[in-house]
């Protein structure tokens, strides 16, 4: 059995499957699968519906255009022109696999193995636990399970970039998208947590006073591997050892990527 982590589908199908059969995946390995399944690619109804069917294989976490689909169909907001969802909205799976996937994780950790995912990653203003509390408290507004806030509400009242930095006696919604914000949208961040949200480019581009995340967030977490997707333009490389970029841009024309977790082997296909 082997463990493979797999960053951004988005839609991409065709290369899903290439990637799976390339690595000979089989029916005893499991799949961590770090976010935006659907939206910019061609087939999200058919990729959403394959991952369903594997379910009992494969750990997710939700990333931001995940979570969009989400917001369109049940916090009533509209797609904008570059989503692909119209397949996918108009399905008669629609219902199982919107509920389904508002089921999912934001965060997840395997201590025996000894890595963590999240779609943006992980900030260095929380330790371990936190992120794990704090994702767990999101999660239940989704999924559901907390009284207080309700999923409709959260889907309804998702998007926003306030507050831009974290403090730790936000309540309700503030904090529920607060934490959504850190571990589905960040890229840049200032020492003291204020999120940067509109850059998305490369780092010798990036504005100055930002960082990247992982540039802070890699003295904190010494001793834990940590994958994330969602930053495409970085193509995969975030020079520090344990953290690991798993976008590889594969719905802008370049590479899906797998990696052996139990290895730390990568795999690419080749999208042109
Ligand atoms: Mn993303």
Redesign the pocket.
């Known amino acids: 059995m082997a463990t493979y982590a797999i960053g951004?589908i988005q839609g991409c199908l065709a290369q899903l499957n290439d990637l799976l059969k390339k690595v000979k995946f089989s029916s005893e390995d499991k799949l961590w699968l770090l976010?935006?399944l659907i939206n910019r690619g061609p087939q999200s109804h058919d990729t959403l519906l394959k991952i369903h069917d594997m379910q009992d294989q494969c750990t997710i976490v939700l990333?931001?255009?995940d979570l969009h689909f989400l917001a369109i169909y049940f916090g009533g907001h509209n797609p904008s022109s570059a989503d692909r969802f119209d397949e996918l909205l108009a399905s008669t799976h629609a219902h199982e696999l919107a509920h389904w996937l508002r089921g999912q994780k934001l965060f997840h950790y395997d201590a025996s193995l000894g890595y963590a995912m999240s779609?943006?990653g992980i900030p260095h203003i929380w330790t371990l636990t936190e992120v794990a509390a704090y994702a767990k408290e999101v999660e239940a507004v989704i999924s559901g399970a907390d009284s207080e806030l309700s999923y409709t509400t959260f889907f309804q009242q998702m998007y926003g970039n306030e507050p831009s930095c974290w403090v730790g006696d936000l309540v309700g919604m503030a904090r529920a998208r607060s934490i959504t914000n850190y571990l589905?949208?960040m890229r840049l961040i200032r020492g003291d947590g204020t999120l940067e949200f509109s850059y998305k480019g490369t780092l010798d581009q990036m504005p100055a006073g930002w960082q990247p995340w992982y540039e802070l967030s890699k003295e904190k977490f010494v001793g834990l591997k940590l994958m994330f997707?969602?930053?495409a333009a970085i193509g995969g490389v975030t020079g520090v050892a344990d953290i690991i970029a798993l976008?590889t841009g594969a719905v802008w024309g370049r590479y899906l990527t797998a990696m052996m977790l139990e290895t730390g082997v990568k795999t690419t296909i080749c999208v042109t």
């Open positions: 951004d976010g935006d990333g931001n255009h779609h943006a589905t949208r997707g969602h930053w976008d």
